[in-house]
């Protein structure tokens, strides 16, 4: 039982099929790695959600009015 040869068709699916993989892998890695720089940077990560936070008010300076 021999195989019929494939269609140029699916060749050219398949190509664009893997060129769009490609991309999405690209951007699923590049949104990676932003997560691990944003979350290895150490900077405060406290949403904004209209509640006063001591932690994020600047100290008071010595020696200052109030």
Same mark, same amino acid.
């Given at each position: $039982? !021999?195989? *019929? @040869?494939?269609?140029?068709?699916? *060749? =050219? =699916?398949? /190509? =664009? #099929?893997? /060129?769009? +993989? &490609?991309? &999405? !892998? /690209?951007?699923?890695?590049?949104?990676?790695?932003?997560?691990?720089? *944003?979350?290895? #940077?150490?900077?405060? $990560?406290?949403?904004?959600?209209?509640?006063?936070?001591?932690? $994020?008010? @600047?100290? @008071?300076? @010595?020696? /200052? #009015? +109030?």
């Amino acid at each position: $039982m !021999a195989f *019929k @040869p494939e269609h140029e068709i699916y *060749k =050219r =699916r398949f /190509g =664009r #099929n893997l /060129g769009l +993989g &490609l991309v &999405l !892998a /690209g951007f699923v890695a590049l949104v990676f790695g932003l997560t691990v720089v *944003k979350v290895t #940077n150490g900077d405060p $990560m406290q949403g904004f959600d209209h509640v006063v936070r001591p932690e $994020m008010t @600047p100290a @008071p300076q @010595p020696g /200052g #009015n +109030g």
